[in-house]
């Protein structure tokens, strides 16, 4: 049973657009969510953190997190071709129990 | 900054062999190292948690006899594939978290092919 769930499994964008990823956690203990940006034949890199209800942004990325419904999602506007790569979430409750897990990704293509 | 550095970057074992690999964090204090498989098909398993001053943890399907992991301090960890066959290969990845904060840094990963 997948705990973390992405969707969709992949994404087209056109170069200047806004690409929309999504992430749901179904273990109710969660209290930290990551996004994480692999490019082809390249080890995951954190874009991202988000631990608190709300909102944060960096730059181009956006970062919603809504605790009631273990729901991340991640924004990415004005999308570039360098941003095609794999987007994997991840999720772990904090303390004793400190286990992150991650999701199947989300393939996103940014095509010129 | 906190760096993972993570080695071999690839490696290539025959069928039935054993290899190593390690993880050294960088700048920081790693206070649990999560070890990845990352399947050729993109999707990643856990296969242990280890945490200082408490036993490694290993998800279903993994176990200590397959893969062991040392964690002696809080700066080095290495994981050994026993007895590599073809469902072994993918890129094994390790993050190491800092201190209590929710950073995870990883590695660059270790490619394991076996023939």
């Known amino acids: 049973q997948q705990k973390v769930q992405q969707s969709p499994e992949s994404l087209i964008v056109p170069e200047g657009g806004m690409a929309s990823l999504n992430c749901t956690s179904s273990?109710?203990?969660?209290?930290y969510f990551w996004w994480y940006r692999q490019h082809s034949g390249k080890s995951p890199k954190m874009l991202m953190?988000?631990?608190?209800?709300g909102e944060k942004e960096e730059g181009r990325f956006t970062v919603h997190l809504n605790k009631a419904s273990l729901h991340t999602s991640l924004h990415i506007r004005d999308s570039q071709p360098s941003d095609s790569a794999l987007y994997l979430c991840a999720a772990a409750p904090s303390g004793g129990n400190y286990k992150p897990t991650f999701g199947k990704g989300t393939s996103l293509v940014v095509h010129p | 900054g906190a760096l993972v550095y993570q080695y071999p970057r690839r490696t290539i074992c025959k069928s039935g062999t054993s290899m190593r690999m390690e993880c050294q964090a960088v700048?920081?204090?790693?206070?649990?190292v999560a070890w990845y498989r990352q399947s050729p098909q993109k999707t990643f398993e856990l296969i242990a948690l280890s945490t200082v001053n408490s036993a490694i943890k290993y998800e279903q399907n993994f176990t200590q006899e397959k893969f062991p992991i040392s964690h002696p301090n809080l700066s080095f960890s290495s994981m050994t594939v026993l007895n590599a066959y073809l469902e072994d290969r993918g890129l094994y990845l390790c993050g190491a978290r800092e201190g209590r904060n929710e950073r995870l840094f990883f590695g660059h990963g270790t490619k394991l092919s076996v023939l």
């Open positions: 953190s988000i631990f608190s209800n």
């Open positions: 273990d109710r203990n969660v209290d």
């Open positions: 700048g920081f204090q790693a206070t649990s």
